[in-house]
């Protein structure tokens, strides 16, 4: 069974940058989507971005597009999230998924394996 495993989180202040990675933990030849999405508190979780195995598709939400930008690396099954320009309403718990289907989507209801997230706080 893959397991995915969210890192790079943390503070930082309004106007700063993170940079997010996902790494699996075996290969992922069964799925075709990788994707972020973050919940805050109180709030549902919504999608990111989303990048497809072979880095052909992307989409992004429009809020996040121009400043988030989705990245894989194939050799290191990894995805990578670098986050620039941060706003304290980009805090929350983002997580990592992989969807199965072959088509786009950035609901998180259709993708089927899931990280344990990682945390982003922005805040000055």
């Known amino acids: 069974q893959v397991q995915l495993v969210e890192s790079g989180g943390g503070s930082e202040q309004p106007g700063g940058s993170l940079r997010l990675s996902c790494a699996a933990s075996?290969?992922?030849?069964?799925?075709?989507?990788w994707g972020w999405f973050r919940q805050a508190p109180a709030v549902e979780r919504e999608g990111v971005a989303v990048?497809?195995?072979?880095?052909?598709?992307?989409k992004y939400t429009d809020s996040m597009k121009g400043r988030f930008t989705i990245s894989r690396d194939s050799a290191k099954n990894t995805v990578y999230l670098p986050m620039n320009s941060l706003k304290p309403e980009d805090t929350g718990m983002y997580y990592c998924?992989?969807?199965?289907?072959?088509?786009?989507?950035?609901?998180?209801?259709?993708?089927?394996?899931w990280g344990q997230g990682t945390q982003v706080t922005v805040s000055s």
């Open positions: 998924a992989l969807r199965s289907s072959y088509t786009l989507s950035m609901r998180p209801t259709d993708f089927d394996l």
């Open positions: 075996a290969h992922t030849y069964s799925y075709t989507f």
């Open positions: 990048i497809s195995d072979r880095s052909s598709a992307i």
